[in-house]
Every structure is written in structure tokens, then in C-alpha cells.
């Protein structure tokens, strides 16, 4: 089997359970559910959908970096809403962060994430 190589950053919420930010083998990245915290307080940083959005998008670039690649590196995102009818808004934000061609997606609705968390996503980056 592959090494796994932990990787960590202190531009990311640390983790607040028993999992690491982000695994590496070989050249596959498996990154963690990244909830809207900010990474200096560990508080959320809004009530705000479209503030957690973007918050939870600088966690996940921030351990991209970590891991030595970048946004366009996730060939697989999953998107966890407490409110599906905030799509759109996601959709509008997440171009900010992704040109095509954009990654494999999927969105799902959950009762509820961690924290009181609006939205919550994870990854795989390639690279």
C-alpha cells in the first residue's frame, strides 16, 4: 500500500474530531468536510449563507495549498446544504473559485452539520 501523508495547515479550521484535514496517497488528496469556521477563532464566521459559503471556500483552498496543488486540482466536490433552496447561491459563489472544466459534483441535503453549520464540503484533488 501507498504512504499516507497527513497533511496540515494553520490557514484551515483545525480538526475539531478524530480525522485530519486532508490525506494524501500517492497522488490522490482526500480532503475533509471543511465547515465555515474561521481558522484563527474557531468560531463560525456568520449566520450569513453566503458568508459560510466563502468561508468554507478559503478552508478548502487553504488546504489545497497545504497539500501542494489548488482549487482546479478537486476533481470531486461534495456540497452538504441544510437548506437546499440555497443552490443557486452556491452555484453563483462556487464560480468564483472553479473555471471549467469544473469538478464532478454533488449536493445533498442534510438536517443538520456540525456546529449549526449552514454547509459543509469535502473533496478529492488529483495531483
Known amino acids: 500500500?501507498?504512504?499516507?501523508?497527513i497533511i496540515t495547515t494553520d490557514?484551515?479550521?483545525?480538526?475539531?474530531?478524530?480525522?485530519?484535514?486532508?490525506?494524501k496517497v500517492s497522488s490522490t488528496v482526500?480532503?475533509?468536510?471543511?465547515?465555515?469556521?474561521?481558522?484563527?477563532?474557531?468560531?463560525?464566521?456568520?449566520?450569513?449563507?453566503?458568508?459560510?459559503?466563502?468561508?468554507?471556500?478559503?478552508?478548502?483552498?487553504?488546504?489545497c495549498e497545504a497539500a501542494g496543488g489548488n482549487m482546479s486540482d478537486i476533481v470531486k466536490l461534495n456540497i452538504f446544504l441544510t437548506d437546499l433552496s440555497h443552490f443557486a447561491t452556491v452555484n453563483e459563489i462556487m464560480s468564483r473559485y472553479f473555471q471549467q472544466p469544473y469538478p464532478a459534483r454533488a449536493a445533498i441535503g442534510v438536517k443538520e452539520?456540525?456546529?449549526?453549520?449552514?454547509?459543509?464540503?469535502d473533496g478529492i484533488m488529483e495531483i
Open 1 to 5: 500500500m501507498a504512504e499516507k501523508i
Open 113 to 121: 452539520l456540525p456546529k449549526g453549520s449552514l454547509v459543509e464540503m
Open 11 to 23: 490557514k484551515a479550521p483545525q480538526a475539531i474530531g478524530t480525522y485530519s484535514q486532508a490525506v
Open 30 to 63: 482526500y480532503l475533509s468536510g471543511q465547515i465555515p469556521l474561521d481558522p484563527k477563532t474557531m468560531t463560525m464566521v456568520s449566520d450569513d449563507f453566503s458568508e459560510q459559503v466563502v468561508q468554507v471556500f478559503e478552508n478548502l483552498t487553504a488546504v
